[in-house]
């Protein structure tokens, strides 16, 4: 198994090799091995990025270099985790950027493509070594409170359940593109 990050995880396993690549870099997957799955996980906040620009090189450029990376080594499925609303014609950036990154994937010929689209993630960010986001914090807190009149696709979802939804629907291979949303990737035994 290998994994390819902007930092080397605080894991270890004998069967886990991991990658340390500036994004930025002109050929950082150069010395990547052949891979059947990819599973992409990539990304930020304009916040945190600092600027569109920069939302885009992570959220949109980053992803989609990962993913032809990965398609030149042998790559025949691909999960990736993008975002509810998620619309190349998207009037709001964050979401257009999502959809066009969707919409780029979905062009490579990846014999099954899977596409999380999760609303709220809850879990642990401070353990990620992520920004807490008070804001976040707080509505997390409500709807927790308010998740039986809560529609399942808008509940706050746990990056845990996305992260099995993701890699059952991956696993099973089935060919085409694949939409997962919050509510179906709740229910996920």
Not at 19 to 44: E, M, N
Not at 159 to 178: C, F, N
Request: glycine share 8%; hydrophobic share 45%.
């Amino acid at each position: 198994m290998h994994c390819v990050g902007r930092r080397a995880l605080p894991l270890q396993h004998p069967k886990l090799v991991q990658h340390t690549v500036d994004f930025k870099a002109a050929a950082p997957f150069a010395a990547l091995p052949h891979v059947d799955d990819v599973f992409i996980a990539l990304g930020t906040t304009i916040k945190v990025a600092g600027s569109q620009a920069a939302f885009q090189a992570i959220d949109f450029e980053a992803v989609v270099a990962v993913a032809q990376a990965a398609r030149a080594q042998g790559a025949t499925k691909l999960g990736v985790v993008s975002a509810m609303g998620a619309d190349p014609k998207s009037a709001i950036f964050y979401n257009r950027v999502k959809g066009e990154m969707e919409q780029a994937l979905g062009e490579m010929g990846f014999q099954t493509l899977v596409i999380a689209r999760p609303s709220m993630l809850a879990g642990n960010r401070e353990a990620l070594d992520q920004p807490t986001r008070a804001g976040e914090r707080i509505a997390l807190l409500a709807t927790r409170w308010l998740n039986p009149i809560i529609p399942n696709n808008y509940r706050s979802i746990d990056a845990g359940d996305v992260a099995k939804a993701l890699l059952k629907t991956v696993k099973r291979g089935q060919p085409g593109i694949h939409t997962l949303l919050s509510g179906a990737m709740q229910r996920q035994p």
